[in-house]
C-alpha cells in the first residue's frame, strides 16, 4: 500500500512557501532524500497492486520512447529534486474546479532547464508541432507537448492535466492545466504574495516537525467553494449549515513522516472562532 511506500522513505523538508502565493487554498507535498528511490518503491509498489494498469503505462511509454528515440521518463526525471507538490489555487467565481498546479523542487534549476528544453527540442523533431511561448513578468511561459504524459503516471487527478503550461520560479519548475492559474502564481512570486509570509500559515506550521514525508496544507476559507464538486448534495447542505464551524478552524495540516520503517501522522486544526461579516 502507499502507506508502506511512505514508511520506507525518510522524508525532508519544504520550500514550497517560498514560490507559492497567498492564493493557495490547498496543497499535498511529497518530499524525500532521494527522487530516484522514492521513484522505485512507487513503481514497484504500483506494479504490486495494479499490475494491468502498470502493464499498460509500461506498454505506453516504451511506445512513446520509441517514436522520440529516448528515454522520456529518464530525461524528464533525471533533474527532480527532494519535493513534488500539487496544489489548488483558490478559484474565482466563474472558474472551474479543475485547476490544479504542480510544483516540482529542481536538483539544480539549470538542470531542470536543460533538460526541458532537450525533451522539447526531441519533440519538435519528431512532431509538426512547434515551440509555443510568452513571456510574463521576466519568465518564460512554455507550453509541454506530450498529451497524456501527467496522467500516465499520475492517474485521475491529472485527466485534464494534457497538455500543461510551465515555467521556472527560484528552484522549481511549475506546471499547471490552466494558463491563468500559472500567470496568477508567476505575479504572486514576483509581488511576493508568498505563503512564508502569511502569519496564519506560518502558526499553522510552528506545530509541526520540519521534516516530513507527506504534507498536507489546507486554508479553509479559500477551498470551501471547492468542495462542492467533492460531495454528494445531502453532504453538502450538511456542510453548509455548519459553514460557522468549519470557518473556526481556518487552518488544517496534516504530516505523515517515515523513518524507514514505520510512519507516523500528526493532524492540526487551528481553532479561531468564526466572525461573519455583518451585511
Request: hydrophobic share 40%.
Amino acid at each position: 500500500s502507499l502507506l508502506d511506500v511512505v514508511s520506507f522513505l525518510e522524508g525532508g523538508s519544504s520550500n514550497l512557501e517560498t514560490i507559492a502565493g497567498e492564493n493557495t487554498a490547498a496543497y499535498v507535498s511529497f518530499c524525500f532524500p532521494s527522487f530516484k528511490d522514492a521513484e522505485n518503491l512507487l513503481l514497484e509498489n504500483y506494479k504490486v497492486n495494479s499490475l494491468q494498469s502498470y502493464t499498460e503505462m509500461k506498454k505506453s511509454l516504451d511506445r512513446l520512447n520509441k517514436f522520440l528515440n529516448m528515454d522520456v521518463l529518464e530525461v524528464f526525471t533525471s533533474w527532480i529534486g527532494g519535493e513534488v507538490a500539487i496544489i489548488k489555487p483558490r478559484l474565482e467565481n466563474d472558474q472551474k474546479a479543475d485547476h490544479i498546479v504542480l510544483a516540482i523542487r529542481a536538483k539544480e534549476i539549470h538542470l531542470a532547464k536543460d533538460q526541458m528544453a532537450y525533451l522539447a527540442e526531441q519533440i519538435q523533431w519528431k512532431t509538426p508541432i512547434r515551440e509555443r511561448a510568452m513571456e510574463f513578468n521576466g519568465h518564460t511561459i512554455h507550453y509541454f507537448r506530450l498529451k497524456g504524459f501527467f496522467q500516465l503516471f499520475f492517474g485521475g487527478m491529472f485527466e485534464r492535466f494534457e497538455r500543461p503550461y510551465y515555467t521556472f520560479l527560484g528552484d522549481y519548475v511549475v506546471f499547471s492545466n490552466k494558463a491563468a492559474s500559472l500567470l496568477s502564481f508567476v505575479e504572486d512570486y514576483e509581488q511576493k504574495n508568498l505563503l512564508k509570509n502569511n502569519p496564519g500559515f506560518e502558526n499553522a506550521l510552528s506545530y509541526l516537525k520540519s521534516s516530513s514525508t507527506i504534507f498536507l496544507y489546507t486554508d479553509v476559507h479559500k477551498f470551501y467553494s471547492q468542495l462542492k464538486p467533492m460531495m454528494n448534495p445531502a453532504t453538502w447542505n450538511e456542510i453548509q449549515s455548519n459553514k460557522d464551524i468549519l470557518y473556526s478552524f481556518p487552518y488544517w495540516t496534516m504530516q505523515v513522516i517515515g523513518d524507514g520503517r514505520s510512519a507516523s501522522l500528526q493532524y492540526v486544526m487551528d481553532y479561531s472562532p468564526y466572525q461573519p461579516e455583518e451585511v
